[in-house]
T-cell receptor, first 113, second 114 residues
Framework: NAGVTQTPKFRVLKTGQSMTLLCAQD?????MYWYRQDPGMGLRLIHY???????AKGEVPDGYNVSRLKKQNFLLGLESAAPSQTSVYFC????????????FGPGTRLTVT | TQLLEQSPQFLSIQEGENLTVYCNSS?????LQWYRQEPGEGPVLLVT?????EVKKLKRLTFQFGDARKDSSLHITAAQPGDTGLYLC??????????????FGGGTRVLVKP
């Protein structure tokens, strides 16, 4: 049981390049989230999904897209990376609507130059 | 402006001392969670408080939820170097569409020196 895994762990992009971050969970959780973490700002919600085939915008969705084609996977895409997207990205999952705890992955550190 | 304000932002103390971290908001939350995050890892849940005035203890850590469910505190007694980390509070608000959505505070970085 690996919990929540994220790939890659590190990535450096040039401005304008695109990439996809993959999140996978093996806990059969319905809810999945993508956050970004910047110094002094805690975690801010980018997009989330309440089930397979569904996605919704969070607090800071601009410049990102997501897809949830399979229940266990949640992909975060950057179509045209910008230096402002330099951050650490965390994926999290949760079992159901009334369950409080979110389980986090180890994070992806992304630098956009 | 953050919905949840944590203070202080950074705390450096000697082993054996006590410390308190505060999490304040003008909003009411259905519950409040405290997470701890180690470098290079994701946050890990320490506790969830649900009822106004609730106090929960986890070994040397004491968590309190304010009576009005707008604020919380984390108190560590006799801190140890293993308590070093980033402490994050997160308030939960229920929406029909998304269930309980979390809003995180900015975090308090705690350093306990031996």
């Amino acid at each position: 049981n690996a919990g929540v895994t994220q790939t890659p762990k590190f990535r450096v992009l040039k401005t304008g390049q695109s990439m996809t971050l993959l999140c996978a969970q093996d806990m059969n959780h319905e809810y999945m989230y993508w956050y970004r973490q910047d110094p002094g700002m805690g975690l801010r919600l980018i997009h989330y999904s309440v089930g397979e085939g569904t996605t919704a915008k969070g607090e800071v969705p601009d410049g990102y897209n997501v897809s949830r084609l399979k229940k266990q996977n949640f992909l975060l895409g950057l179509e045209s990376a910008a230096p402002s997207q330099t951050s650490v990205y965390f994926c999290a999952s949760r079992i159901r609507q009334t369950q409080y705890e979110q389980y986090f992955g180890p994070g992806t550190r992304l630098t956009v130059t | 402006t953050q919905l949840l304000e944590q203070s202080p932002q950074f705390l450096s103390i000697q082993e054996g001392e006590n410390l308190t971290v505060y999490c304040n908001s003008s909003s009411v939350f259905s519950s409040l969670q405290w997470y701890r995050q180690e470098p290079g890892e994701g946050p890990v849940l320490l506790v969830t408080v649900v009822t106004g005035g609730e106090v929960k203890k986890l070994k040397r850590l004491t968590f309190q939820f304010g009576d009005a469910r707008k604020d919380s505190s984390l108190h560590i007694t006799a801190a140890q170097p293993g308590d070093t980390g980033l402490y994050l509070c997160a308030g939960a608000k229920f929406t029909k569409a998304a269930g309980n959505k979390l809003t995180f505070g900015g975090g308090t970085r705690v350093l306990v020196k031996p």
